[in-house]
């Protein structure tokens, strides 16, 4: 796959909740680095493949991405996108996001995997 056919394929994989293909979009080195909305970092593979599990098992959340602007070289592609985020809270009640999303994409042994997420939020209106 090109670069973008794996960022489709990325974001298609969280909208449908499909854990195998996310995983498989991914670096297969253990050093990434993500950054939440809240500004929590992860900084493993492992601990990211742990945080996606449990949020794809929540049935509540939904995401809408656009992509605003891309880069690829021949080793890297960068890609950002808008991200409306709904879901329920604690107490069920529905709040929304609104993001920035950075990915960066790697070109490991003839495949481009996700290295950095970095999440921004938005100013609420």
Do not use: C
Not at 6 to 29: E, Y
Not at 39 to 63: C, N, Q, Y
Not at 89 to 108: C, E, G, I, N, T
């Amino acid at each position: 796959m090109n670069f973008t056919e794996t960022l489709h394929t990325h974001l298609h994989a969280i909208q449908q909740r499909d854990i195998d293909t996310f995983l498989a979009t991914l670096t297969t080195d253990e050093a990434m680095s993500v950054i939440l909305p809240n500004g929590t970092l992860i900084e493993t593979r492992s601990a990211f493949v742990a945080f996606t599990r449990d949020w794809f098992a929540d049935p509540d959340w939904r995401i809408t991405t656009d992509v605003v602007h891309t880069i690829e070289t021949s080793e890297m592609g960068v890609a950002l996108l808008s991200v409306t985020y709904d879901d329920l809270d604690q107490h069920s009640q529905p709040y929304q996001l609104r993001y920035y999303l950075s990915l960066v994409f790697a070109k490991q042994q003839g495949q481009w995997r996700l290295v950095h997420d970095q999440n921004t939020l938005l100013p609420e209106k």
